[in-house]
């Protein structure tokens, strides 16, 4: 027998929730700073329209975007995850290096 609770969950609705619960809880935090509340506002505002176009996108091009808040701490990565967005479109800053080998003498 089908575990009813597992066939009923949805990633992305809890992915949703999620970051909805997380914006909730940094008004909390920033209630008191009119300038940081504005940007949670603005974030909150653009977290909806970005769910609406994956759904948008999933409906008319069969195309699954999943809810996913991602935060950069650094402005280079040289990882290449399977699916990382950042690299796939180029944007993750890394050059490929390339180190001359010379002989210093001192």
């Known amino acids: ?6 066939n009923t969950f949805s990633l992305d609705a809890y992915l949703n929730k999620a ?13 008191t700073n009119p300038k940081e509340s504005v940007f949670v506002f603005k974030m909150q505002k653009v977290f909806r ?5 994956r759904k948008t996108y999933l409906e008319k091009e069969d ?4 809810p996913f808040l991602i935060s950069s701490m650094a402005t280079e990565c ?10 796939a479109n180029n944007i993750c800053n890394t050059k490929e290096k390339r180190w001359d080998v010379k002989i210093f003498f001192f």
């Open 78 to 87: 040289n990882l290449a995850c399977k699916g990382c967005y950042a690299h």
């Open 63 to 66: 195309l699954h975007i999943p």
């Open 19 to 31: 970051i909805g619960k997380l914006v909730s809880n940094v008004y909390k935090a920033v209630i």
């Open 1 to 6: 027998m089908e575990n009813p609770v597992i």
């Open 49 to 53: 329209q970005a769910e609406i176009i």
